[in-house]
């Protein structure tokens, strides 16, 4: 006989004023809660152009000390014309009782990077410790992720990328604006 097992039964929330209420150890994350949109840029110097992409992240929590990421981005055209898929990532930010942040991001490209930071001034500032890439994927040496939120419905975001036998340096760069 086949015995259905309960629902998980926890919530997940986009809200910091909602229920689960944060884990306290996420007191300097609490305003990226919730999805963002907007737009960016991005460049490498093995690429013939630069582009420009749109994008959707989300930062939601259950009421421990971490947050969720989920990210895709789609490259566009001249009038906004969707051109194809792009990145998409996901991954856990843990928030450290000294306030660093440890963050794990995983990428359908192959690569997966363990990053370390802090929270200052409404930066969150993280580099990578670690980066383990699959058998195919692109060699990618390291990257620094910056996000800021210039207002509460604001989040400036730059990436800079060692890649392919090239030092540190801009790939990317977008300004997302709070849907919730
Ligand atoms: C919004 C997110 C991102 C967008 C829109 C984006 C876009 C692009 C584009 C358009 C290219 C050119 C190749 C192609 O057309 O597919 C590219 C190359 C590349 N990207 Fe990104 N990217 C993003 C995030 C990332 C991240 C998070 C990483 C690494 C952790 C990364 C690493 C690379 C690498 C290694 C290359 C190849 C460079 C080369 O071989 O010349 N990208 N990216």
Do not use: C, N
């Not at 792009?86 to 490209?109: F, I, K, Y």
Request: charged fraction near 20%; hydrophobic fraction near 35%.
């Amino acid at each position: 006989m086949f015995d259905p097992a309960p629902e998980y039964p926890y919530s997940e929330s986009l809200d910091a004023d909602a229920m689960p209420a944060p884990h306290p150890l996420l007191a300097p994350v609490l305003g990226l809660l919730g999805e963002w949109h907007g737009r960016g840029q991005g460049g490498y110097p093995t690429l013939a152009e630069d582009f420009t992409y749109a994008q959707e992240v989300t930062f939601s929590h259950d009421g421990r000390p971490f947050l969720r990421y989920e990210a895709r981005a789609w490259l566009l055209g001249a009038d906004d014309v969707p051109l194809r898929p792009a990145a998409r990532e996901s991954g856990w930010w843990r928030l450290q009782p000294d306030g660093r942040v440890e963050a794990l991001v995983t990428q359908p490209t192959g690569i997966a990077e363990i990053s370390v930071g802090s929270v200052a001034d409404g930066t969150i500032d993280l580099t990578t410790d670690q980066v383990a890439t699959t058998p195919s994927a692109k060699d990618v040496q390291a990257t620094r992720r910056r996000y800021t939120l210039t207002d509460p419905d604001t989040l400036t975001f730059a990436h800079d990328l060692a890649a392919v036998g090239l030092p540190l340096q801009h790939h990317l760069s977008a300004e997302l604006h709070r849907r919730k």
